[in-house]
């Protein structure tokens, strides 16, 4: 079996930079090392990390390997991410990892993670628009939501905190721009989460 080097890249510019190996938030690089090690072993600890060599890329924060030879598991795992978005045919271990950087790529504007290799046709790229998920998880949509009511309060810098009143007298907290409703004192766009999960049972 031909040796394989894979790049296990972490893509992040939630902290209004853009994550390099010259400044990474410590917790965001720990984080992202751990998982990246998880992906390798899966639950056979089918690559003992122990003794594996890895450099990281100059340019981005990424992890690469030493040329793996006896991994096939792994390899099949990662053309298999490829193949579509549904995740039972992973190993548990790496399902786990690929579900919790969908969620965090849902959950926090400008993160991505990638992965690529030689032997794969183009990059695996888990970010806030691929839908990686187990066939019988919850199907997230895009949606929008819209509501009527008096602003009552503005406070937070960027994003703004806006504090609406609903006719039914209960208050809704949702962030907006302070230059919009500056700018229009009726009206006012604000955002909602941008998605919603519905219950596999009901599709």
Known sequence: MQ???????????SAGFEATPERVRLESLTRFSGDVERLLKGSGKEV???????????????IRTAPLTMAPTLLRDLRALLDGEILDALDSKRREVIEKWQRLARQTP????????????????????SDYRADD??????????????????????PANAHVRLPDGST??????REVLRDDRRTASISVPRYASVPSTTC
Request: proline share 4%.
């Open 137 to 158: 998880a919850d199907q997230w949509v895009q949606v929008e939501r819209y509501v009527t009511g008096e602003i009552q309060d503005l406070g937070g810098a960027t």
């Open 3 to 13: 040796a394989e080097t894979i790049t296990f890249a972490l893509v992040d510019t």
């Open 48 to 62: 003992d990390t122990s003794t594996l060599e890895v450099a990281l890329v100059s340019g981005a924060v990424a």
């Open 110 to 129: 400008g993160l991505a993670f990638r992965i690529s290799a030689p032997f794969l046709p183009r990059p695996v790229v888990v970010d806030s628009q």
């Open 172 to 177: 809704l907290t949702v962030t907006t721009d």
